[in-house]
C-alpha cells in the first residue's frame, strides 16, 4: 500500500516486475560494493545503511530516495526486502539551510568589503585633514620661533634691566611650541593612518 502511494502504481502493475522500475539503476548501486554486484546475491545491510538513489513514479517524476536491502530465508527461497523512504522534505530542507548559509556568507562578505570601504574612506579624509592642518602647524610653529627669537634678543639686550615680563612671554611662547609639536605629532599619525603606514598607537 505504501509503495502504491509512494510511486503511483497500481499493486498490479508492480508484482513481479523489477526494481528498477521503480529505482532505477538499483540493480548495480544498492546491493555490493563490488565492481559486478548482482540483485541475484543481496548483501543485508545495518539498519543505519541507507544508500541515496532517485525513486521514479509512474508518471516518471523522479524523487530523491534512500534505499536500503535485507535478505531473508524463506521455504520457496532467497526473499529480498527492500526499505525506500522519501526524503524530498530532507534534502529540500538542506538546499534550503545551504542557501541560508550561503546568504550569510555573502552578508558577511559584503559587510567586511563596507568596512573596508568605509576605512578607506577614513583614511582618505584623515589624511587630507591632517595634510592641511599640518600646514597650519607649520606656520603656528615658525611663528612661534620667531617671536621666541625676538623675545631671546630683547633680554639679551637688557642685561641689568628687569625682564622678569619678557622672560614670562618667553615662557608662554615656549609653551604654544610644546602644544605644536604635540599637535604635529598627532597629525604625523594621521598621515601615516591615510597612507596605511604601521605605527605606534
Not at 55 to 60: I, N, V
Not at 111 to 123: A, K, V, Y
Request: proline share 4%; net charge negative; with cysteine.
Amino acid at each position: 500500500t505504501q509503495a502504491e502511494q509512494l510511486f503511483g502504481y497500481e499493486r498490479s502493475h508492480l508484482i513481479g516486475r523489477p526494481v528498477e522500475l521503480l529505482i532505477p539503476g538499483a540493480a548495480l548501486d544498492i546491493h555490493s560494493r563490488d565492481p559486478d554486484p548482482s540483485f541475484r546475491t543481496p548483501q543485508t545491510r545495518p539498519d543505519d545503511s541507507w544508500i541515496a538513489l532517485a525513486g521514479r513514479r509512474a508518471d516518471a517524476s523522479e524523487f530523491p530516495a534512500e534505499i536500503s536491502l535485507s535478505s531473508i530465508e524463506t521455504e520457496e527461497g532467497l526473499m529480498v526486502c527492500a526499505a525506500i523512504r522519501d526524503v524530498t522534505d530532507r534534502v529540500e530542507a538542506q538546499h534550503e539551510r545551504d542557501r541560508l548559509e550561503a546568504q550569510l556568507e555573502r552578508d558577511r562578505l559584503e559587510r567586511q568589503l563596507h568596512q573596508s570601504q568605509r576605512l578607506e574612506s577614513l583614511g582618505q579624509l584623515a589624511g587630507g585633514v591632517a595634510h592641511d592642518f599640518n600646514n597650519l602647524l607649520a606656520a603656528i610653529l615658525n611663528y612661534a620661533n620667531f617671536v621666541a627669537e625676538e623675545i631671546v634678543k630683547e633680554i639679551e639686550l637688557r642685561p641689568n634691566e628687569d625682564t622678569s615680563r619678557l622672560q614670562s612671554a618667553l615662557d608662554d611662547v615656549g609653551q604654544i611650541g610644546a602644544a605644536g609639536e604635540r599637535a604635529a605629532r598627532l597629525t604625523h599619525q594621521l598621515l601615516a593612518f591615510g597612507r596605511r603606514e604601521v605605527i605606534k598607537p
